[in-house]
């Protein structure tokens, strides 16, 4: 099993950054790609970025290319999102995921709780 926590979220004004984090418990990190998700308020869930277990491969969605990036640090069991040039767009719930690296949710086998990013026009 493992547990992902997320943390970093917060209120931002738009052209501003912010950095997720998600740290990860439980089975050995190193040996799962990673992604990000999002949901914003009455909306599905979305695919933001994923990376693989050795860190040389990305994807991103095609909203965030440019403006977010993904990486990680094995050694901290730790998944990061690197958000910058933010826009209201951007507002939702931000949510780490274990297991692929994929687009489709339900590729994904662990999932965090989520951490709120609002960004103000």
């Known amino acids: 099993q493992v547990r992902l926590v997320e943390s970093g979220g917060g209120l931002v004004h738009a052209g501003g950054s912010l950095r997720l984090s998600c740290a990860a418990s439980?089975?050995?990190?190193?040996?799962?790609?990673m992604g990000w998700f999002r949901q914003a308020p009455g909306k599905e869930r979305k695919f933001v970025a994923a990376?693989?277990?050795?860190?040389?491969?990305?994807h991103y969605a095609d909203s965030v290319k440019g403006r977010f990036t993904i990486s990680r640090d094995d050694a901290k069991n730790a998944v990061y999102l690197q958000m910058n040039n933010l826009k209201p767009e951007d507002t939702a719930v931000y949510y780490c995921a274990g297991g692929a690296i994929a687009s489709a949710i339900g590729a994904y086998d662990y999932w965090g709780q989520g951490t709120q990013v609002t960004v103000s026009s």
């Open positions: 990376i693989s277990r050795s860190g040389d491969t990305t």
């Open positions: 439980g089975r050995t990190f190193s040996r799962f790609d």
